[in-house]
């Protein structure tokens, strides 16, 4: 019962958006990744590269510790496999990159790249994980950053401890970034 309105909770809570003025539930939203950006970044994607975004307005953005909020791995075929509340979810890169901050980090191991995205195309098949609301390595569902570490074979959390973050991606030298817009706050 705790685990389902834990669940029930950060999905409500998370989808808060906050502007001045007031709080909104719903409604239309804009972003800072504009048409410009858009094309620039799919002038360099490469199947196999990370991303890792950010929301300005989302309460989720401010619950998780870091910069970056969420993380998502480009397959290809203008695809982003990514692990949402609902679970696994494969988007158009379009939908993705609809936010206000992105950073795109590559990892130049092409054997590493492809078995990444063999990894993430199976799970996303497969539809046998769920969003894990208790941010646990013991099981078999996954949070964002820990379904793009496992894809990657856990380079960023080696040792399987504690929550993977999306900015630990910055620090594993895996990976480099290849683009980036990000406000300095």
């Known amino acids: 019962m705790w685990y389902n309105f834990k669940k029930w909770f950060l999905r409500w809570f998370s989808d808060i958006r906050l502007y001045k003025g007031g709080i909104i539930f719903f409604g239309d939203s804009h972003y800072d990744i504009k ?106 569902n996954f949070y964002c950053t820990e379904f793009v570490d496992r894809c990657y074979d856990y380079v960023v959390n080696v040792d399987g401890k504690g929550i993977t973050l999306p900015d630990e991606f910055l620090n594993c030298k895996e990976f480099k970034t290849v683009w980036e817009m990000k406000k300095n706050i």
């Not at 199976?122 to 390595?137: P, Q, V």
Request: aromatic content about 10%; overall charge negative; glycine content about 8%.
């Open 35 to 140: 048409g410009k950006e858009t094309r620039e970044i799919l002038d360099i994607i490469q199947p196999g590269d990370v991303f890792l975004r950010r929301y300005d307005h989302y309460l989720g953005s401010i619950l998780i510790q870091g910069y970056w909020s969420h993380a998502g791995i480009y397959v290809g075929d203008n695809s982003v496999i990514h692990m949402i509340g609902k679970g696994l979810t494969k988007d158009d890169i379009l939908v993705f990159l609809r936010c206000d901050d992105i950073i795109v980090l590559r990892n130049e191991n092409e054997e590493k790249k492809s078995k990444a995205i063999e990894t993430a195309l199976k799970l996303y098949e497969e539809n046998t994980c769920e969003y894990d609301y208790d941010f646990a390595s013991n099981n078999k």
